[in-house]
């Protein structure tokens, strides 16, 4: 499935990256390129370094080795005030929604503009309530985040991820601990954001059904080695018996070895 | 088999010590470092574009020091008598009980004073700082502050630690004030005198030095409350079981070092 947006120039270039957490390795000689306006997938089952690759993307992580450029930054060039005004081109919706539980709704949309912009309280507001109605929450914005339910926090933390209008928007996990319905609406969302606002948008996923939905291409993640990268026809006829394992859901219950799992648990590998 | 068992355990023991103190060592280097870190956004928050905000930093004041007024108005007022009523029951065996006045004037503004309100406030804001801090850490809210291109240093730590900086130190002065009055309370009809005697001893009995004594420790035990509690709260593992244990060691560690950092700063100033 390829959607009408013609592939452009790259906007994130992975190139071998290698991560360490002590003596285990978590991603191994990682390389990809990300478009502009192309929705990529990264997907993979529990453990695979599909999480931990995001927070490379994110800088929120840095590598043991290998490089990361983002919208022609390169990440471990530049400094810190340089990182923060690169992080206003970008948004992030986490896992769990990561809304301040001490604001509102609409305080936390309005947090990026507050602290980025000299904007009056008033714009902030009117700019808060837009997005607001981009993610269907607009009646909502007085309420606190512990009175939204799993769906509308992560609508609140999308619209809080593009109320600074990013150019690359990141989701970890969006259907993560949501009902098929609610998983669904969201996908569509996603797919109205490329579409409406031109973003260049990563969703780190294990839901197949999801991915293939909304992607235009497809990262498979194994062992923190990448398996292929392609669009979602080319990942569904794959025939790498890894991913076609990956594919039938098939990849966690074999890789599981519970000697090895208790071993990392223990931190002796 | 006994030999190599002892050995053993020896070396578990000496491990275990081993990993306290690098624990240790890194508690005081993070802290040190969050310190620095915090001075830095004050001076150059503004010039980097990440300018101090005044409304955090009065959020935390109001937390802080407002809301902890009636409680250390009271712990202040039996602080004040409880010493009163020991001192006039020790002095009167040497027939110096009038002497009270300045026994309580001197312990409560150099020492108790200070002391009380840097333990109530550690149990109090220190405990729910960390407690803050690591909710924030387990529910990704620093990572999603980072992302945003927020300092968290700027946005969190740095309005709790001057805002603790300037109450603290208030705080202790009102402290100070009321353990004096529960104190004249008290001692004025047990030794026949008026309030306005008392006071115009205590005046005498005191100095600047010793307001400046007291005020200064306070102010180092807000430094150490509001670090303890960030380096406590930054070092969560785990959910909900997490955060209650870093809340429990916030307290544990934030009064551990008022009180060890208060013997050391007597040491050093009064030797």
């Known amino acids: ?269 | 088999m006994a030999a190599p068992e002892r050995h053993g355990s020896a070396g578990q023991a000496l491990e275990s010590v081993g990993r306290s103190v690098t624990r240790l060592v890194d508690a005081f280097g993070l802290g040190a470092h969050l310190f620095f870190q915090s001075l830095y956004w004050v001076i150059m928050g503004r010039s980097r574009g990440q300018r101090v905000r005044a409304e955090p930093l009065f959020a935390q004041m109001m937390v802080i020091g407002v809301n902890a007024i009636p409680i250390v108005s009271m712990l202040s007022v039996a602080i004040g008598v409880t010493l009163s009523m020991q001192g006039i029951n020790s002095l009167e065996q040497f027939g110096a009980q009038h002497q009270v006045v300045f026994m309580v004037a001197l312990s409560v503004t150099r020492e108790f004073g200070p002391l009380i309100t840097g333990i109530l406030v550690a149990g109090r804001s220190g405990s729910a700082l960390a407690a803050r801090i690591s909710t924030m850490v387990i529910s990704q809210e620093i990572d999603a502050l980072k992302v945003m291109g927020i300092n968290p240093v700027r946005y969190i730590v740095v309005p709790a630690l001057v805002g603790m900086m300037i109450v603290l130190p208030s705080l202790t002065l009102w402290s100070i004030g009321i353990s004096l009055i529960g104190s004249a309370l008290y001692v004025a009809p047990q030794i026949g005198t008026t309030m306005g005697a008392y006071f115009t001893q205590v005046n005498a009995s005191i100095d600047a030095d010793d307001l400046a004594h007291g005020l200064a420790k306070s102010l180092i035990f807000a430094v150490l409350i509001t670090i303890v509690a960030v380096v406590d709260g930054i070092s969560v593992k785990g959910g909900a079981e997490g955060v209650g244990r870093v809340t429990t060691s916030a307290v544990v560690h934030g009064i551990s070092a008022i009180v060890l950092t208060d013997m050391i700063f007597v040491f050093m100033t009064t030797g």
Not at chain 1, 7 to 34: A, F
């Open chain 1, 1 to 269: 499935m390829t959607h009408a947006h013609a592939p452009q120039q790259p906007v994130i270039e992975v190139r071998n990256l290698v991560t360490h957490y002590g003596e285990r390795r978590i991603l191994n000689d990682v390389s990809l390129t990300i478009r502009q306006g192309e929705i990529m997938v990264i997907m993979g089952g529990s453990g695979s370094g599909k999480s931990t690759l995001l927070r490379h993307l994110v800088a929120l992580e840095k590598a043991t080795s290998g490089s990361i450029k983002l919208l022609g930054y390169e990440l471990g060039e530049l400094n810190q005030m340089e990182l923060y005004r690169l992080c206003r081109k970008i948004g992030v919706s986490f896992q769990g929604g990561a809304l301040f539980s001490s604001m509102s709704v609409i305080e936390n949309i309005i947090l990026p503009l507050h602290e980025h912009t000299d904007l009056d309280r008033m714009t902030m507001k009117i700019m808060a309530r837009m997005k607001l109605q981009v993610v269907d929450l607009a009646p909502f914005e007085d309420l606190m985040p512990s009175q939204l339910s799993g769906g509308m926090i992560k609508r609140a933390a999308i619209a809080r991820a593009i109320v600074m209008d990013p150019a690359l928007l990141f989701f970890d996990e969006p259907s993560a601990g949501l009902d098929p319905v609610v998983s669904s609406a969201l996908d569509e969302l996603i797919l109205e954001l490329r579409d409406a606002m031109q973003m260049t948008i990563v969703v780190v996923t294990h839901e197949l059904d999801s991915a293939f939905k909304i992607a235009d291409r497809i990262t498979v993640l194994d062992k923190g080695e990448i398996l292929t990268i392609g669009t979602v026809d080319e990942v569904r006829n794959s025939s790498n018996e890894r991913i076609q394992n990956l594919l039938n859901r098939r990849f966690e219950e074999e890789e599981l070895d519970p000697d090895e799992y208790l071993k990392r648990l223990m931190g002796q590998t």
